[in-house]
């Protein structure tokens, strides 16, 4: 199976009133802080917007929310919006699996079913998917069965492996 190129259409430098927007947004919503002088280009990706830095994509932004890749997680290191899973979970996880609650070890607390979070391993940290909570931080990390998060992005995906 061959994994769809990316294409990064119409691609501009943010100007400085939308980088803020972002900031702020990133901020309330994963932790994060940019310095005021990144430098980040924005361009179209098929219907969302994307944007880039370092020649990577680091957040993507759809009709519904604005959210970090795996490689903005990686540079950004937020501190919010994060679920930790077992060893176990990971091989599934790295082909684009949804997140069971089984898998769960820990989760922030402040996370409500819809918002958009991000999945680490229990060892190493390492981020491994971006997806959709499909319960809160709370009852993912007391649930013994059911799906707790749906996958957006995932290691080895078209986005992961875009080169701009």
Do not use: C
Not at 85 to 100: C, E, I, K
Not at 119 to 135: F, N, S, T, Y
Request: glycine share 10%.
């Amino acid at each position: 199976m061959t994994m769809k190129q990316i294409s990064l259409r119409k691609r501009y430098r943010l100007r400085s009133k939308e980088a803020r927007k972002m900031m702020e947004d990133l901020s309330l919503n994963w932790g994060v802080h940019l310095d005021e002088d990144s430098q980040i280009d924005v361009g179209r990706l098929d219907d969302d917007r994307a944007f880039v830095m370092g020649g990577r994509i680091i957040a993507v932004e759809d009709d519904k929310a604005l959210y970090l890749t795996l490689h903005g997680i990686m540079l950004l290191e937020p501190d919010r919006s994060w679920v930790v899973v077992d060893m176990g979970a990971v091989r599934f996880l790295a082909n684009g699996a949804d997140v069971m609650a089984p898998g769960i070890v820990d989760a922030d607390e402040r996370i409500e079913e819809g918002d958009i979070v991000w999945v680490r391993d229990e060892v190493h940290g390492k981020p491994l998917i971006v997806g959709k909570a499909l319960m809160g931080g709370g009852e993912m990390k007391r649930a013994d069965s059911g799906k707790a998060i749906s996958t957006i992005h995932f290691v080895g995906d078209p986005i992961w492996n875009a080169e701009l």
